[in-house]
């Protein structure tokens, strides 16, 4: 299945120089990708933005859960545990399961990782809506 997102979309897009250009793969409830974070991307000098961690954690969920074919979907709740800092300019990789479906509510994990140690990880709770109107 193809999951077709905008290509200004700040996770994924590929015509959104500010964003993170995220080349995401995914199967099964699960996405995994690599990212290297530019200095537009900082908070702290050479230290990325929480918020722009949070964003890429929720990109990674979002496309675990479309990878069930559940694409009409909303973050409800996102809980962002930051265990070390986050660099500028050096590769990490993302990854995401969907943990369990109750009804329309889809629980997903994300990690965000340098050399198989976490720096970041979230929680989601993912709604699916009954029809979506743009």
Known sequence: M???FS????GCGKKNDCGLQLNISYNNGKSWAKVVF???HQG???IVH???IAA???EMMAYAVGSTGRISTVTVKLNI???KPVKVGEEYELESEVVESKGRKIYVRALLKK???VHAEAEGLYFELKEVKV
Do not use: I, Q
């Open 115 to 117: 050399e198989n140690k």
């Open 56 to 58: 890429a954690l929720d």
């Open 81 to 83: 545990t930051y265990r």
């Open 2 to 4: 193809e999951l077709d």
């Open 50 to 52: 929480g918020g722009v």
């Open 7 to 10: 290509d200004m979309c700040f």
């Open 44 to 46: 702290w000098k050479g």
């Open 38 to 40: 530019k200095e537009h």
